[in-house]
């Protein structure tokens, strides 16, 4: 039986027009549907499915093909190795999607006709792309639909790209065989940023890269946590029962109960893992004038222990 996400011809084109403003979608365009079966039955993404938090739908590329073999690729203009995703499929799921061209798009959003629950994003997956962030998957959150065309092959011929595409994105520096684990990244990581989806309404702030302390609306209202906003750096390392393991033990201050401290010490481990493993986020990251002065002692403890060799 074919899954619920799993969108054929005629279902693509059931969405078209306003959306629920309950809950955001994401459109997924590919060639491999199935390959999407498994991602969405667990953990929190079935969740937030199963709630209408999300909604998402999966387009088989191949329906949007007229000959037998529904043939979705040709060769290269030019020549070189492999195939090339052909543009006509691509427009008509994007036109059975109720998507216009880019610039059209743009000209109802500058008019103010755009209806509500419009906000829409077209997005290539590509190694060519943007990189994608923390604060693109902030940006994406807080729209209404999300449209993740899934390259394979060579990739998809440009001018999809240049007509239909308001982004394109990379999930990292190296080269995958489809858009398809790309996407998957990239809806995981929205939808937890969706309010609603993650148990703690906050959660997100407290993890890596999220936001600063005056950003979370919890400060304002002094309500006592033992945890700062990551402010842009990684997170802190956690533990749980039992206290000793394998002859480690526990760190003695996240046992004694006192929320000042455990903040303070989970502060000064995050600067000490963002300072070791990605010193290029501590340029951007959101950091006190506490935060400088335990940056400085943990360089200078670094430099004394290179002194001693
Ligand atoms: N010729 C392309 C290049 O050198 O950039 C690589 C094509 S790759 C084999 C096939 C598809 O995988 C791409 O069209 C894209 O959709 C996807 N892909 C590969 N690497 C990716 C990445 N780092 N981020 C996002 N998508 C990626």
Redesign the pocket.
Known sequence: MRPPWLLGRAASTAHVGPLSSMSMRFEIVTIFPEFFKSIFEHGILRRALAENLIAVGVHDLRAFTHDRHRTVDDRPFGGGEGMVLKPEPLAEALAALGIEPRTERQQIEVSALAPEGSRTRVI??????LPFTQTVARELAALDRVVLL???????DERINQLYCDQE???????????EL?AAVVVDAVMRLIPGVLGNEASGDFESFGVADSEIATDAEGVPRSQHGAGGLLDYPHYTRPAEFAGLCAPEVLLNGDHQQIRRWRREQQLRKTLANRPDLIERANLSLDDRRVLESIRKEAAQRDRNG
């Open positions: 290539l997956l590509s190694a060519q792309g899934c390259g394979r092959y060579e990739g998809v994105l990379s999930i990292g520096d190296y080269v995958l065989s489809g858009g790309a």
